[in-house]
């Protein structure tokens, strides 16, 4: 597929902010819920934009994971790193991008087991400090701003050890526009929410239209745990996205399916080798899942501190813990690994706050 150069309205690049990027999921889902119509797939995947290989001139990269025992044979694991940036421009089309302009609000790793049946989905909390390389300890969201998806993906392997498969570059506004296009989600609230002078009762499975979602997303003030508790909400919606495709049976009706399939071409971009072929091998693998498959949590963390300088407040990752994680993602036994105890990590609740 070949790669083509992004054009962004400027109002449009000015009110976005990125939160969290799980597109890649939605996009998975939707072409295996277009029924396995290759026109539809086909349409759908020609109004995604495509990026250049942020793999090429990448050396000293992890090994791929090994698959589990239980993997059928030449089954493997794959693994898919999602971001969030200030637009998803600021990936698809290199000329736009310019250092130091866009950094990755979220950053997520995706683990599609070889056996199938599950997804992890990984936040990495944007303020972690990490060694960038090349450009010493940062918040690892800075190597978005230095150096685009590649120098992201470089980072990324180098903390974890994990190798990058596929990535994806979203935003959170376009999330809203999705969610209008299923007809609204419906998400279990702790507390009563309001917006513009609607108020939405707290209680389980409440119907959110987009803004209000994306308020609930953005909203900080009264959350103990600050990004962290924003994480847990980021997650949520997601899920409740996916549970909402799935369960109405959004692609099976002309007239819901069109306009969900444009929302979600239109808001994800993604490097060039996500083709036909590498969306029909995602495909496989999530041919039976739900959202009740898809599992959210935060890598383990020792809470926030301050840079060595004391200028900027940074989450501490728990490296211990996370190596402990990552050495399960590498051997494909996550599921068992959190079966045992999870280590350290912060799973997403039913309920959030």
């Not at 180098?158 to 969610?179: K, P, Y």
């Not at 301050?306 to 900027?312: A, C, E, F, I, L």
């Not at 989450?315 to 996550?334: I, T």
Request: aromatic residues 6%.
């Amino acid at each position: 597929m070949p790669t083509r150069r992004l054009h962004a309205r400027p109002e449009r690049r000015r009110t976005r902010r990125a939160l969290v990027v799980s597109l890649c999921l939605l996009l998975t889902l939707a072409v295996l819920a277009a029924g396995g119509v290759w026109g539809l797939q086909r349409w759908l995947l020609g109004r995604v934009e495509t990026f250049a290989d942020p793999f090429a001139g990448l050396t000293d990269r992890p090994a791929a994971a090994s698959p589990a025992a239980t993997a059928a044979a030449g089954a493997t694991p794959l693994t898919l790193l999602l971001l969030g940036s200030d637009s998803r421009i600021s990936a698809g089309d290199p000329a736009q991008w310019q250092r130091g302009a866009q950094r990755t609000d979220t950053m997520m790793l995706v683990h599609l087991p070889a056996d199938g049946g599950a997804a992890y989905v990984m936040s990495i909390p944007r303020d972690s400090w990490v060694d960038v390389p090349g450009h010493g300890e940062a918040k690892i969201n800075a190597a978005f701003a230095y150096g685009g998806p590649a120098l992201t993906v470089q980072t990324v392997e180098q903390l974890t050890g994990v190798r990058v498969d596929h990535v994806a570059v979203a935003d959170f506004e376009s999330f809203a526009a999705i969610t209008d296009a299923l007809g609204g989600v419906r998400i279990t609230l702790a507390e009563d929410f309001t917006h513009d002078g609607t108020t939405v009762e707290a209680g389980q499975h409440r119907l959110l239209t987009g803004d209000q979602a994306l308020r609930w997303v953005r909203e900080r003030k009264g959350l103990a745990r600050g990004d962290f508790d924003r994480m847990h909400r980021q997650q949520a919606w997601i899920r409740a996205m996916v549970a909402t495709m799935r369960n109405e049976r959004t692609l099976a009706n002309p007239l819901t399916s069109v306009p969900f399939l444009r929302a979600v071409g239109d808001a994800v971009a993604t490097d060039e080798g996500l083709d036909a072929a590498a969306v029909a091998d995602l495909r496989d693998r999530v041919a039976d899942l739900a959202s009740t498959d898809l599992t959210f949590f935060t890598v383990p963390t020792q809470g926030t501190g301050r840079s060595p300088d004391g200028t900027q407040s940074i989450v501490v990752l728990d490296r211990p813990a996370l190596a402990e994680l990552m050495a399960a993602v590498r051997a494909d036994a996550v599921g068992e690994y959190l079966a045992a105890g999870g280590g350290a990590v912060d799973l997403l609740p039913p309920v959030v706050e």
